[in-house]
C-alpha cells in the first residue's frame, strides 16, 4: 500500500494520465486527473475555462482539488502541465505526497500531443508546445522528488513506474 499520494507533473504529451491510470489499476487506487477534477466541478470544459475565466481562475481550481485531495486516502494524481508552475500548488503536493516527474523527450511529445486541446497554447501549434517545455522543464525538475523516464513505450513506462512506486513502501 502506498503510504501517501502519489502526484505526476510533466508536460502535456508526457504520459501522465495513461501512465497514472495504470498504475491506478496495478497498485489498486483510486486515479485524479486535476483537469477532468476541475471540468467536472465547473460543468465545463478545460478549454471553455480558460476562455471563460483566464488562467490565474484555472490554477485557483487546481489548488483547491489538491487542497481537497489532502485529507482523501492515498491516490494517483496526474496534475495538470501548468499546475508545478503555482508555488503554492507545489507546497500542497510536497506536503501530501511525492511528486514524480513523468519525463519525455519533446520529440515523442511532438508526435503524440494533440494541440486542440491544450488551451495554454498561444497559436496550438508545434512551436507553443516547444515553447511551453522551455519554460516549464525547470519547474518540473525543481519540484520532483523522482524523475521517470518514458521513452521506452507505454508497456515498459508502466511496469518501471509501477515498480518505482512500489519501492517506496
Known amino acids: 500500500m502506498v503510504p501517501m499520494h502519489v502526484f505526476l507533473v510533466g508536460m502535456a504529451g508526457g504520459g501522465k494520465t495513461s501512465l497514472g491510470k495504470k498504475l491506478a489499476a496495478n497498485l489498486n487506487l483510486r486515479f485524479v486527473d486535476t483537469d477532468q477534477r476541475v471540468a467536472e466541478m465547473m460543468g465545463i470544459s478545460v478549454k471553455e475555462i480558460f476562455a471563460t475565466f483566464g488562467e490565474a481562475f484555472f490554477r485557483n481550481a487546481e489548488a483547491g482539488v489538491l487542497m481537497e485531495l489532502a485529507g482523501d486516502p492515498p491516490c494517483i494524481v496526474s496534475t495538470g502541465g501548468g499546475l508545478p508552475t503555482v508555488n503554492e500548488n507545489v507546497l500542497l503536493m510536497q ?10 523527450p519533446i520529440d515523442q511529445i511532438l508526435s503524440d500531443i494533440k494541440l486542440d486541446r491544450r488551451p495554454t497554447l498561444e497559436h496550438g501549434n508545434h512551436e507553443d508546445v516547444i515553447a511551453q517545455y522551455n519554460q516549464r522543464i525547470g519547474y518540473y525538475r525543481a519540484c520532483a522528488d523522482y524523475t521517470f523516464d518514458n521513452s521506452h513505450g507505454f508497456i515498459l513506462g508502466a511496469a518501471n513506474l509501477t515498480r518505482l512506486v512500489e519501492s517506496l513502501d
Open 95 to 104: 506536503n501530501h505526497g511525492i511528486i514524480i516527474h513523468i519525463d519525455r
